[in-house]
């Protein structure tokens, strides 16, 4: 008996791990396990029934949060998206422009995957999207299978890392702090990460060409009357429209402005002037600008204003991040409106799977809320404390302790289960080692990122696996039959992806700047040096006495007597 009560936290973990890999669902099973030992508590004379009377108030707690409301707002914004033909669209464009070089496909799918990420946030619609669309077209034209698959489902992930993620809303909360301030510190590292995975697909296409080869000139689809790309046309209007929006942008942002913010503007006065170019050549009919320059610009422009829309008001501080996520699902709305794809039946399917979605986090945070209650009343933060503390190597080897847990959790755990269960025993830790929370949750973050690429069990490739040819089929444009893609393909695909992400997981712990710049440069105000002195600036006091005139001696400060007289004990 006294072996249990001394080890209920640890015993309190394993158990809730067992009921896991048993298949039960998360949010029953913390909330399960938090009551069986909240009883065995209050048995063991732990603590009492009164403890307990928390437990409505934190429930309470969590359906009063407002921040929360964002996790509907993305969501519904992201499926109608996805539904309105946005994604097709967007890789049709980009497919076509980078096409022509070798790995272009490949590279379309990276770019277009990030701008997904920054529109929809949700990994399913993304991965979904662009294997429905970007697979037929890479296996038909001769892609490496294990390329074309790994780069769909490491794309479609990029929605954990870039804003606006809902792993992200989710880690704030927990972490308990700002979603804007986590939007911020996460931006970098995920363009970065994107970077990466171009990187990755230019290098593999040098090494070996078969794997990614180029467009045949008949696949082209946008050609000039007398032949050419036009590509000369959207490079023109590229340097014109960079070179409009440095200039604005020198007029709208300060010398001091965040780099976040920075980007989030000029990339919408960007879209902005190049929209109006390419509007003014078309309805005055002026012939500056190629087919696929006018193509880019109207499939890209709208997308570019629906992420300032969400980010840039949230950056600028116009708007929080519910409000932002209102305003994005507004416009969603009005894009899927005005390309004539809204209906009843999109709305009722988008909202469906919004209230779903909304239901299962909140029901898992509800679990955790009671886990978490009971965990703390055994006294399982200090367990915790401690068994972080004993580590050597101080906070980097904590940092590496927790990094490895996660990513082998991961191969079991989604990063919603890994965000409620294991963030609210990590954070206090690293709260009081001296951590920036921010920096830890992206951090997490992009670990997290690693549990849609996990074989067996990551969810992005079991998306990929039920979009993907099953059987070998005879292809509709060519004629000539393809074989069909197999698991194994899809998780051998998934490897140097995972390698890049846990790379990325590393650069962001050795370079901390990634994520601190959401801090912007600050006021250049040390408070330390900051001092609160009320001086003799009021007077004479209301006891009569001058403050003015004998500020005491010092021999009197805390002498028995000090006190007697007002004008004494407060000088």
Not at 20 to 31: D, K, Y
Not at 206 to 227: H, M, Q, T
Not at 336 to 361: E, H, N, P, W, Y
Not at 427 to 433: R, W
């Amino acid at each position: 008996m006294e072996f249990l009560i001394n080890n209920m936290p640890p015993i309190m973990f394993a158990t809730l791990i067992c009921f896991l890999l048993l298949g039960f669902p998360v949010a029953f099973s913390l909330a399960a396990n938090g009551i069986l030992y909240a009883l065995l508590g209050i048995a063991f004379g732990e603590f009492t029934f009164p403890f307990l009377q928390a437990l409505p108030d934190r429930v309470f707690g969590i359906v009063q949060n407002d921040s929360l409301l964002a996790v509907p707002f993305f969501t519904l914004m992201g499926l109608i998206l996805e539904r309105s033909g946005m994604a097709e669209d967007l890789l049709e464009t980009i497919g076509q422009l980078f096409g022509p070089i070798r790995g272009g496909l490949a590279i379309a799918v990276v770019f277009v995957g990030a701008m997904l990420a920054a529109t929809t946030g949700v990994v399913s619609a993304s991965v979904i999207s662009m294997g429905l669309i970007s697979l037929p077209i890479m296996l038909r034209y001769g892609y490496d299978r294990k390329l074309a698959t790994g780069v769909i489902a490491a794309s479609g992930t990029l929605s954990q890392i870039i804003p606006p993620s809902l792993v992200l809303i989710i880690l704030a909360d927990q972490l308990g702090r700002s979603i804007g301030d986590m939007y911020r510190g996460a931006m970098i590292p995920g363009f970065i990460l994107a970077g990466a995975y171009i990187l990755y697909v230019v290098i593999a296409s040098l090494i070996k060409p078969s794997y990614a080869p180029a467009l045949p000139p008949e696949a082209r689809v946008y050609r000039e009357p007398n032949g050419s790309n036009g590509l000369a046309s959207l490079a023109v209007l590229v340097v014109v429209a960079s070179v409009g929006a440095w200039l604005l942008g020198k007029v709208f942002l300060s010398e001091k402005s965040a780099a976040d913010e920075t980007i989030v503007l000029n990339l919408l006065l960007w879209g902005v002037i190049a929209f109006v170019i390419a509007g003014l050549n078309r309805l005055l009919r002026l012939k500056m600008l190629s087919q696929i320059a006018e193509r880019v610009v109207f499939v890209m422009v709208p997308p570019l204003f629906l992420i300032f829309l969400v980010l840039g008001t949230i950056f600028i501080g116009v708007a929080t991040p519910t409000e932002g996520g209102a305003m994005g699902a507004v416009g969603a709305i009005i894009m899927a409106l005005i390309r004539g794809r809204l209906t009843m039946s999109l709305l009722k399917q988008a909202m469906d799977t919004t209230t779903k979605l909304t239901s299962f986090v909140v029901f898992i945070l509800v679990g955790s809320t009671i886990f978490t209650l009971t965990f703390t009343g055994f006294g399982g933060q200090h367990w915790v404390e401690g068994l972080f503390a004993s580590l050597p190597g101080g906070e980097v080897g904590f940092l590496i302790v927790v990094s490895v847990a996660t990513f082998f959790l991961a191969f079991f755990l989604d990063f919603f289960e890994l965000a409620f269960i294991i963030v609210p025993l990590l954070g206090p830790v690293a709260d009081k080692m001296g951590i920036d929370l921010i920096w830890f949750g992206v951090l997490l973050a992009v670990n997290m990122q690693t549990s849609f690429m996990h074989p067996p069990f990551g969810f992005a490739l079991f998306y990929l696996r039920s979009v993907a040819p099953k059987q070998d089929y005879i292809d509709r444009v060519t004629g000539k039959k393809v074989k069909r893609v197999t698991t194994g393909e899809i998780y051998k695909g998934s490897i140097p992806f995972i390698v890049i992400q846990l790379c990325m997981v590393a650069a962001v712990m050795a370079f901390p700047g990634l994520v601190m710049h959401y801090k912007g440069t600050g006021t250049g105000i040390d408070p330390s040096q900051v001092t609160f002195d009320t001086g003799t600036s009021y007077g004479t006091d209301p006891y009569g006495s001058d403050s003015s005139g004998d500020k005491g001696d010092k021999s009197e400060q805390g002498s028995g007597d000090a006190y007697d007289d007002p004008a004494n004990a407060f000088k």
